[in-house]
Nanobody
Framework: VQLVESGGGIVQPGESLRLSCTIS????????IAWYRQGPGKDRDGFSCISPGRGTQHIADSLKGRVTVSSDVAKNTVYLQIDRLERSDSGRYYC????????????????????????WGTGTQVIVAP
């Protein structure tokens, strides 16, 4: 299983950015894709997840209203849109895949990010600066 993130770059505060994560070797029908962010000097934290097969998604409360997660199953791609970017959004963004059944009937829940995921991309860098 391979995941490739794209769409990072340098953006100004207030702008929007859409990141993509394309998975190969596995299907979005039975895998969830989670997004993690690692800011400078910080831990890598999960904040969003989508499971097209389960019809479930999660966005951290702190980001609701600014973050949208979506998927295109035919393209095996998940998208993360962040609006009204803030400097604190800077960091390396990773997507990660896990089998929907890893935690039984539970998928894309806030308490599951701490367990990591089965497969990881190498990340894409986002820098928010004036």
């Amino acid at each position: 299983v391979q995941l490739v993130e794209s769409g990072g770059g340098i953006v100004q505060p207030g702008e929007s950015l859409r990141l993509s994560c394309t998975i190969s070797g596995a299907s979005l029908d039975d895998h969830a894709i989670a997004w993690y962010r690692q800011g400078p000097g910080k831990d890598r934290d999960g904040f969003s997840c989508i499971s097209p097969g389960r019809g479930t998604q999660h966005i951290a409360d702190s980001l609701k209203g600014r973050v949208t997660v979506s998927s295109d199953v035919a393209k095996n791609t998940v998208y993360l849109q962040i609006d009204r970017l803030e400097r604190s959004d800077s960091g390396r963004y990773y997507c990660a895949a896990e089998y929907n059944g890893r935690f039984g009937r539970y998928v894309c829940r806030a308490e599951l990010y701490k367990f990591g995921a089965d497969h990881w991309g190498t990340g894409t860098q986002v820098i928010v600066a004036p």
